[in-house]
T-cell receptor
Framework: SQKIEQNSEALNIQEGKTATLTCNYT??????LQWYRQDPGRGPVFLLL?????KEKRKERLKVTFDTTLKQSLFHITASQPADSATYLC????????????FGAGTRLAVHP | GAGVSQSPRYKVAKRGQDVALRCDPI?????LFWYQQALGQGPEFLTY????????KSGLPSDRFFAERPEGSVSTLKIQRTQQEDSAVYLC?????????????FGEGSRLTVL
């Protein structure tokens, strides 16, 4: 069955550094991948989508890569700020012709001043 | 409203009680999803509506769970005879259409605690 793995341990980094989060998947060839941000007590918020034919996507300080050979996506936040502290979720679509997503467990990022 | 609205935000139920959770999606959004999120986990798919049609209910954990969207807008998730394992955050999400690769807009969730 389809499986998504994200680092379960929290990632602690210093303000100003680049945070890199990993999303690995198995038994699957998704047409695209999405990243969401979730703050405590809130619903997930969409950040970026990258398609299988795109190697890299950028949005402001965010960068996502998608390696379909390694079955891996990397999510980077450059010049990180304490306000970037949150849980980041990776999501891939089930097969079926509509946008039904399977989510990873998420990685909690803490950016320290 | 501007976003997806869910109510109640918090619900405490005694084991065996029935509960109803409401979702008001973004106006005009065709697709509506319900997800269940346990503490420390990612959201898990429960069910999907395209307008008023429930096209996928494969994620509903038991026949105690029932969802409807009778007029293609507001949706209700009903849980009958609640059990402690039903304690979780129930998230509703909508998207513009059911097409592939659409972004999901989530509500803030309804946190259910079953005592």
């Amino acid at each position: 069955s389809q499986k998504i793995e994200q680092n379960s341990e929290a990632l602690n980094i210093q303000e100003g550094k680049t945070a890199t989060l990993t999303c690995n998947y198995t038994n699957y060839s998704p047409a695209y991948l999405q990243w969401y941000r979730q703050d405590p007590g809130r619903g997930p918020v969409f950040l970026l989508l990258i398609r299988e034919n795109e190697k890299e996507k950028r949005k402001e300080r965010l960068k996502v890569t998608f390696d379909t050979t390694l079955k891996q996506s990397l999510f980077h936040i450059t010049a990180s700020q304490p306000a970037d502290s949150a849980t980041y979720l990776c999501a891939l679509p089930f097969s079926g012709g509509y946008n039904k997503l399977i989510f990873g467990a998420g990685t909690r990022l803490a950016v320290h001043p | 409203g501007a976003g997806v609205s869910q109510s109640p935000r918090y619900k405490v139920a005694k084991r065996g009680q029935d509960v109803a959770l409401r979702c008001d999606p973004i106006s005009g959004h065709v697709s509506l999803f319900w997800y269940q999120q346990a503490l420390g986990q990612g959201p898990e798919f429960l069910t999907y509506f395209q307008n008023e049609a429930q096209l996928d209910k494969s994620g509903l954990p038991s026949d105690r769970f029932f969802a409807e969207r009778p007029e293609g807008s507001v949706s209700t998730l009903k849980i009958q005879r609640t059990q402690q394992e039903d304690s979780a955050v129930y998230l509703c999400a909508s998207s513009v259409d059911g097409g592939i690769a659409g972004e999901l807009f989530f509500g803030e969730g309804s946190r259910l605690t079953v005592l």
